[in-house]
């Protein structure tokens, strides 16, 4: 079952190596916070697979379960921070505080020698807690039409929940790879919506920024023609360029603009 389990571990660390890459490509594209909070927490949670890979193979050390634990804080806690900072929001005290004391938490259970599953219930609770707030921030700001917000929404808080029985089902040897897949799967699931949820924004603000130009193009009382660039057919014109070439809209828009004149008729 020990060999099922590294698979699992293994298939995890690559697939969200994957997720950091598409994320730090859409960062370097887009240049905006969260998206590089984003990539951070993928990339602690890719590292913190590879931690516990590495304990499973070769150990277990105290300082890779020391690492595995700040790394999960690490994932929740810029997931959590990314989802906030696209909401527009600030990161408060209620987010610092709880952070703090989980933090401290992991180096003195370490060196006190806490057993599991005690040892893990700080951590995971946090990263449970941390992902349904996180999935409510992005099903509160999806909307209706909006299928990113959803299912992101959703697959963090079912991944968070997921997250509560690992304290316990860990030591469970038969349990353990199966729960890695399922946390894996919810993982992948959750990274997918979330890129989804950015590019629903993409084009809604697109969509808005051309709705905006063409009120400007059709209201303006300068005569005003779209033309495409490659073939000179007209694609729309206002009702400005209408009355000064007088032609309806519709017949300009099935014309080339060499059949119209340059002058007034």
């Known amino acids: 079952m020990n060999s099922w389990l590294t698979v699992a571990l293994l298939s995890g660390a690559v697939c969200f190596s994957i997720i950091v890459l598409t994320y730090a490509f859409l960062f370097s594209k887009y240049r905006t916070r969260f998206l590089s909070l984003w990539a951070a927490a993928w990339l602690c949670h890719a590292a913190r697979n590879v931690a ?27 997931l959590l921070w990314g989802s906030i900072e696209y909401s527009g929001r600030t990161i408060g005290r209620k987010f ?5 004391l989980t933090a401290a938490w992991v180096p003195a259970a370490v060196l006190l020698a806490v057993p599991a599953p005690w040892f893990y219930i700080p951590t995971y609770f946090y990263f449970a807690a941390a992902q349904i707030a996180n999935g409510l921030v992005l099903l509160g700001m999806s909307p209706k039409s909006g299928v990113g917000g959803r299912m992101a929404g959703w697959s963090l808080v079912l991944w968070g929940l997921h997250h509560l029985d690992y304290p316990f089902l860990r030591p469970v040897a038969w349990f353990a790879p199966w729960g890695f897949l399922i ?83």
Request: charged share 15%; net charge negative; hydrophobic share 50%.
């Open 183 to 265: 946390g894996a799967a919810l993982g992948l699931l959750s990274a997918l919506g979330i890129i989804l949820v950015y590019f629903e924004r993409v084009r809604e603000e697109l969509a808005q920024s051309e709705n905006r130009f063409r009120s400007l193009f059709h209201s303006h009382d300068a005569p005003f023609i779209l033309l495409d660039p490659d073939t000179g057919r007209i694609e729309d014109a206002n009702e400005a360029a209408a009355n000064f070439y007088g032609y309806t809209i519709g017949e300009l828009r099935s014309m080339d603009i060499s059949m119209i004149n340059t002058l007034s008729p």
């Open 52 to 78: 516990i890979l590495f304990n499973v193979t070769f150990g277990p050390f105290q300082g890779l379960l020391l690492v595995e634990q700040l790394l999960v804080l690490g994932t929740a806690s810029f």
């Open 96 to 100: 610092l505080i709880p952070l703090g």
